[in-house]
């Protein structure tokens, strides 16, 4: 498994992340002990969750994931062997379950936050503790216009990386990170962080698929500039990009079919791009899933690509797909495609 540099740590990750939101839900802890032990048999030592999962959140299944991997770090010990990254909920009113509704990122909120994390990862410290989404409206998750609000009140950046930085200095937060982040918040922390304000942001998680290469335009040049890489997440756009979705498709036990409201990847050139990239798949020889991922794999700044699974068969083949070389016929055929269908799910 390939090892790429953790921003200017020093350190190396496993170009595969494994992505472990399902555990709890969709997954059993018995499915998801053999999950980690797989992806550590195939050397993924890169792993991410927040506490929030398992997803879709609810208060019934907020916490279990961590919980699962945390029962997994008892029975098996190595704590080192892993790199595990996991995330604090942002502002919104869809968590009055998680402390109360505060959270903010704020001292008594993430202060709060990574106490029960440590508890249910029974660890003694998080390797990167990132922002689930930015506390401010964003033009993130499906959108791409953004509408200013002047009279909004967030927590600015120097305010939280002072925060994050007694918990770091504390020993039970290694390095930070953002997540669902533009390219202003991002600067603006890496910025404060060179005033010396808080410690730097080391990776940036946001969502990269042939279907929403949006990271693109503005992020990748600071996540190239600035050491910051992407650890991109729904490298196969939630299963959309495998196909077994088309012709309105909704086989038994997947994703979309058990929570159908989640639509970010079904708009109409959504489809017909999704349509598209699997015919130039099969076309190569190709597995579409492999495709997406290794077309991910392949970008100059990405430090990892997340994967999830609810079957050890779907882990395989994602997890196969960091050994792809992808052809120049393959690399133009997406282009020809992007150029036709661009940003089709934001």
């Given amino acids: 498994m390939e090892r790429r540099p953790?921003?200017?740590?020093?350190?190396?990750?496993?170009a595969i992340c494994l992505g472990t939101m399902t555990y709890g839900l969709q997954n059993s802890e018995a499915e998801g002990h053999a999950q980690m032990d797989y992806a550590l048999e195939r050397g993924v030592t890169f792993w991410d969750t927040a506490e929030m999962y398992?997803?879709?959140p609810s208060e019934k299944t907020s916490g279990r994931t961590e919980e699962i991997i945390g029962s997994w770090l008892a029975s098996r010990g190595g704590r080192g062997r892993i790199c595990l990254a996991t995330k604090v909920v942002g502002p919104g009113s869809g968590f009055p379950y998680i402390?109360?509704?505060?959270t903010r990122y704020r001292a008594e909120h993430i202060e709060a936050a990574v106490e029960t994390s440590l508890r249910r990862l029974q660890t003694d410290y998080i390797d990167i503790?990132?922002?689930?989404?930015?506390d401010r409206s964003t033009?993130?998750?499906?959108?791409?216009?953004?509408?200013?609000?002047?009279a909004e009140d967030f927590t600015a950046p120097e305010e939280t990386l002072r925060v994050l930085e007694r918990v770091v200095a504390g020993g039970k937060v290694r390095h930070i990170g953002v997540s669902n982040e533009t390219p202003w918040g991002l600067m603006r922390f890496l910025a404060a962080a060179e005033a010396g304000i808080g410690p730097r942001m080391v990776t940036i998680q946001n969502a990269y698929n042939l279907l929403n290469r949006s990271f693109e335009v503005g992020l990748a040049e600071v996540a190239c500039r600035e050491d910051c890489g992407l650890i991109a997440y729904a490298p196969a756009a939630a299963g959309?990009?495998?196909g077994k979705y088309l012709d309105g498709a909704r086989p038994e036990g997947a994703r979309m079919t058990l929570f159908p409201d989640n639509k970010r990847y079904f708009t109409e050139n959504g489809i017909e791009a999704t349509a598209a990239y699997v015919v130039l798949a099969r076309q190569q020889g190709l597995d579409p899933v492999q495709m997406a991922t290794a077309y991910v794999l392949s970008r100059p700044f990405v430090t990892a690509a997340i994967v999830g699974a609810t079957s050890m068969q779907q882990l395989k083949t994602q997890i196969d797909a960091s050994g792809i070389a992808l052809s120049q016929d393959v690399l133009d055929g997406i282009e020809a495609i992007h150029r036709h269908y661009t940003y089709p799910c934001p």
């Fill in 6 to 14: 953790l921003g200017r740590t020093g350190e190396r990750v496993s």
């Fill in 54 to 56: 398992s997803a879709p």
């Fill in 99 to 102: 402390r109360g509704g505060a």
């Fill in 129 to 134: 503790y990132q922002l689930h989404w930015p």
């Fill in 139 to 150: 033009n993130t998750f499906g959108a791409l216009g953004f509408v200013p609000d002047a």
């Fill in 240 to 242: 959309a990009l495998s």
